[in-house]
């Protein structure tokens, strides 16, 4: 795992080795082990290519980046795994090419030179690539199937600037920092800004199994390779349930060994939920040695303290295992996270994926890990809740929703009533609207918090939804379900949890792995029949059966818990002071952007305990500290890890 940077310029400027090693430099915490800068003249054009290394497979100097071919006509700059590399680089070898590493770098460098554009479609694992091939005089980007490696770019009609993070970007002198303000509406309700989009003027984010390529006419091609099926190709009779549960267990299997492969040391997270527990078990019957396997819990509050199922797995598999138990200092945590995300975020549980890893990085280089079981096997509540409303008559769901649409909310962020209320909310909505909502931050008060934004007629917000369109386009011939499914991974698995596991680990040049975002797997939960994925109140029907001899009953019966932090205490005690110093002072920068009244309101209730609107506070707080950040055309840098209590 790596860090990439690179400066494609088409009108004969020279590229600064400064501004290139500065670009590099900020990029050390995803590649610790070794940077390397290229600078070459390639005909009319001027290119500039960075790397930071994390060392994992083949460890030696040769395998080093930016690498070319013999020639030095094509550069590569990488990051991420390909996991059936190995079996390219047979076939390569069968056609007469000559390896000089056992790297997985130039599988790919030789498989381009051999293939072409062609060449991605072929890979299996987790990548954003950069080649710059000088025979054609063209840049190159190409990301992985469902976007688990970042790749942000800039272009204007004479250079292409592109980072795996927007920080690397801000220190090329042609980039100002500007907010876009048609970014601030998508956030405040999702959380995040979807892709292509970012909160960052002129900047943008390569979308999944997309490449796009810039040559010297300044035009921007782009093309798609790959997507999450949504029907069968052709009719064909469903698998039975028999059938399914061992192809499920077969394809899981398989992804997790094609996630075994390393030089260094490896382990795993482990929550002691269904997903992460079954990766801990099946890498226990695939490796000889114990599973390395990582907790965390926080001190004083058993609610989000799941290490006593943990620990059922640890002892069912015999894993090595590390329990970690802390007190972190909130206050310096917010700075950290937005520093690494390059700006504000919603979803809080960043905080305990961060410093797990951070502590898991003590131990291995390499961390598997659950991300994608929910995707795939419908492991939500608001799955559920969505398909069930759809048969409840309309007329129910209208009076239902005139019911409480009146009432304030109530209880806290995860309480019944809660989820009742926006059920109750939800339910008569149109189906794109019922998802956003379940998962929103702000949407029948985004009008309130933004001033100016009028919303629709019926006070919904109108841009962000349109956003989905694209998606809703490519599968309505799908079951509803299927469709909730799809638009998850196009948003919430991509913009969410992908991003939050890539910045904290490697924010400490962890390593992080996911076996159930395997493509074979993808495809093949994807065909199966919506009973076997979510039935009755049931969810991961399929999965559970295919392990089901393998996990404890403990853990193949629990409920999803979710991985947070106590944030509804910590922002109505531990951070109130801090809170009210950032949002409601008077050079509160949100003041420019934001509605300070409604934010005062919000803030009042929650400290009063009236309301839990820990969410909507968090998502404020991390957006005034990002807007702080912005300092001297960059984002200024965090302050010294903090120290940590950890039992």
């Known amino acids: ?99 000089r590493t056992s790297s997985d770098t130039e599988v790919l460098l030789r498989l381009y030179e051999e293939e072409g554009d062609q060449c991605f479609s072929r890979l299996e694992g987790m990548f954003a690539v950069a080649i710059w091939d000088g025979r054609r005089q063209r840049l190159l980007l190409a ?11 800039c272009a204007t009609p004479h250079m292409v600037a592109f980072a795996s993070e927007v920080k690397a970007l801000l220190q090329c002198p042609d980039i100002v920092p500007q907010l876009e303000p048609d970014a601030l509406a998508p956030f405040f309700l999702y959380g995040y800004v979807p892709a292509p989009g970012t909160l960052y003027r002129g900047i943008q984010t390569l979308l999944p199994a997309e490449v796009l390529s810039a040559g010297m006419d300044g035009a921007l091609r782009r093309e798609t390779y790959w997507d999450v099926p949504t029907a069968p190709e052709a009719p064909s009779r469903a698998p039975s349930e028999a059938e399914a549960v ?49 907790s965390i819990g926080f001190a004083g509050d058993r609610r989000f303290d799941e290490t006593a199922y943990a620990r059922v797995v640890s002892r069912r598999f015999g894993t090595t295992h590390t329990e970690f138990v802390v007190e972190p200092s909130a206050v310096e945590l917010v700075e950290q996270l937005v520093w690494h995300y390059d700006g504000p975020f919603a979803d809080s549980s960043a905080i305990p994926t961060y410093l797990l890893a951070r502590l898991t990085r003590q131990h291995v ?19 559920y809740a969505t398909l069930l409303s759809e048969e409840v008559p309309m007329w129910v769901r209208r009076a239902a929703s005139r019911l409480l649409s009146g009432l304030p909310e109530w209880g806290g962020h ?19 609207e019922r998802f956003t909502r379940w998962i929103a931050v702000f949407y029948d008060d985004l009008p309130h ?26 599968c309505e011939a799908a079951s509803a379900l299927t469709r909730l499914l799809y638009l998850n991974v196009k948003t919430y698995l991509l913009n969410d949890l992908l991003v939050k ?21 993808i495809e093949y939960v994807f065909s199966l029949p919506d009973a076997m994925k979510l039935r009755g109140g049931m969810t991961k029907v399929i999965l559970r059966r295919a392990f089901a001899d393998l996990l404890p009953q403990e853990i193949l019966r629990r409920g999803k818990m979710g991985f947070g932090v106590p944030l509804q205490r910590w922002l109505a005690q531990d951070l109130r002071e801090f809170l009210q110093d950032l949002l409601l002072a008077p050079d509160a920068r949100l003041k420019t952007y934001l509605n300070q009244g409604y934010v005062r309101r919000l803030w009042q209730e929650h ?41």
């Open 143 to 153: 990301r992985d199937r469902v976007g688990k490696k970042p790749l942000f770019y």
């Open 1 to 99: 795992m790596c860090g990439i940077v690179g400066v494609v310029r088409f009108d004969g400027q020279p590229i600064d080795r400064e501004v290139l090693s500065r670009m590099t430099g900020t990029l050390t915490h995803r590649g610790p082990d070794g940077m390397g800068l290229q600078l070459l003249a390639s005909g009319l054009a001027q290119v500039g290519l960075g790397h930071t290394r994390l060392k994992v497979i083949d460890l030696s100097d040769a395998a080093s980046q930016p690498m070319s071919n013999e020639r030095q006509s094509v550069w590569v700059v990488f990051n991420g795994e390909i996991y059936n590399f190995r079996a390219l680089r047979d076939s390569l070898e069968r056609r007469g090419w000559r390896f």
């Open 365 to 383: 280089t390499v961390a598997l890990n659950g991300d994608g079981g929910d995707e795939l096997f419908a492991g939500y509540l608001r799955f």
């Open 414 to 432: 995860r309480s019944l009533v809660r989820r009742l209320q926006k059920f109750a909310g939800s339910a008569a909505l149109p189906f794109a």
């Open 501 to 521: 596991m890539d910045r904290c680990t490697m924010a400490h040049g962890l390593e992080a792995r996911s076996p159930f975002l395997d493509r074979q797997l």
């Open 607 to 647: 400290v009063a305990g009236r309301v839990d609107h820990s969410h909507r506070l968090w998502t404020l707080l991390t957006f005034e500290v990002w807007l702080r950040s912005l300092s001297a055309g960059a984002i200024r840098q965090p302050p010294a890890k903090l120290p940590l209590v950890v039992s």
């Open 449 to 474: 918090l933004l001033p100016g934004y009028a919303g629709t007629s019926h006070g919904r917000p109108p841009g962000p939804l349109a956003q989905l369109e694209p998606y809703l386009k490519r």
């Open 246 to 294: 061992a192809r499920v267990r077969d394809l899981v299997t398989d992804a997790v060994r094609r996630r075994l492969i390393a030089d260094v040391p490896l382990g795993a997270f482990l929550s002691g939920g269904i997903d992460s527990s079954i990766v801990v078990g099946v890498m226990s019957r695939l490796l000889q040695a114990p599973v390395r396997t990582f």
